[in-house]
């Protein structure tokens, strides 16, 4: 018959385990914050390519965010994209970004100034194509108006999509500025941080309007 001095010790540790519950974390277990969303399965991110690069999406129902990572120079670059999805407006400071680097060594990668950048030249243009010049005659003829066949009004929305795009690219490649991002409006640009050129996984933490976007990424 077991002694009542050799079932304390496990009448205790039943007990224990009993007013732990099954829902108990070991004490050194790493908790994530509600605010905190991370690129992965969970967060439904996903790949998206604009503009000739590789973005990376998380959607929520405030933000939608989107980043690409680069090297330029002697930085490290991230091409931004911040959708307000909201009804109203929303502070953003590009200030607040920050580059974790994950390994080899733990260090983080702080924001760079504009006016500080030392950026290599930018590669030229090319030259755009050469409109040729309509010669229209001398005599003027009025005609009644024509109203504008499908083909046509096809080509002027295709230009207008065109030109749209144009324009959001050539915000794409601006430094991502201190604004307020204006209810259902997009915001883009370019944000720059220190480099570290042994660096082989990092982390682009982008807190925004209280909530915190995280993307890793393994750099090649």
Sequence with gaps: MTSLKQALPILLAATSAFAAGPNS?????TLTPDNVILCGPQSGCHNQALF?????????????????VSTEGNYTRADVSIANNTTYPLNLSPQDFRVEVLEPKAKV????????LHLPPEPPAKPAAATPELVTPTTEITTPPVPPTIEELYIAKKKQI?????????AAQQHLPTTPIAANETLRGRVYF???????????????AGQVFEFPYALK
């Design 25 to 29: 974390r070991p004490a050194n277990a």
């Design 52 to 68: 000739g690069r590789n973005y990376r999406v998380i959607s929520t129902p405030k933000f939608t965010v989107m980043v690409s």
């Design 109 to 116: 990668l702080l924001y760079q100034a504009p006016e500080t």
């Design 162 to 170: 065109a030109a749209q795009e144009a324009a959001e690219k050539l």
């Design 194 to 208: 220190e480099r570290d050129q042994k660096a082989r996984v990092v982390k682009v933490v982008l807190p925004v």
